[in-house]
Nanobody, 116 residues
């Protein structure tokens, strides 16, 4: 089992920045991929960014050039630096982890609200 605890999020004006962090515990040594998904009201959950154990990153087109994902393997954390935020970035953001046998784990979510 892997437990994920998010921190960060909040309310920011358009053009501003926020940083999300997620700490993994439990069987964190089995994690391959970590990342972030988001879900806006009335919409499906969508990928924001992921990073593999080899450091390979993947970003949604809508956040490329604005968001940066990073991972601290020693601390079992993953962070998402979000710059140039837009109102359409408003959503609940969920930390995600996938282990080596392809089990998925999710955090409880943290709200990001961008005002125009």
């Amino acid at each position: 089992q892997v437990q994920l605890v998010e921190s960060g999020g909040g309310l920011v004006q358009a053009g501003g920045s926020l940083r999300l962090s997620c700490a993994a515990s439990g069987s964190s040594f089995t994690i391959n991929t970590m990342g972030w998904y988001r879900q806006a009201p009335g919409k499906q959950r969508e990928l924001v960014a992921t990073v593999t154990i080899r450091g390979r990153t993947n970003y949604a087109d809508s956040v490329k050039g604005r968001f940066t994902i990073s991972r601290d393997f020693a601390k079992n954390t993953v962070s998402l630096q979000m710059n140039s935020l837009k109102p359409e970035d408003t959503a609940a953001y969920y930390c995600y982890a996938e282990n080596v046998v392809l089990n998925d784990y999710w955090g409880q979510g943290t709200q990001v609200t961008v005002s125009s």
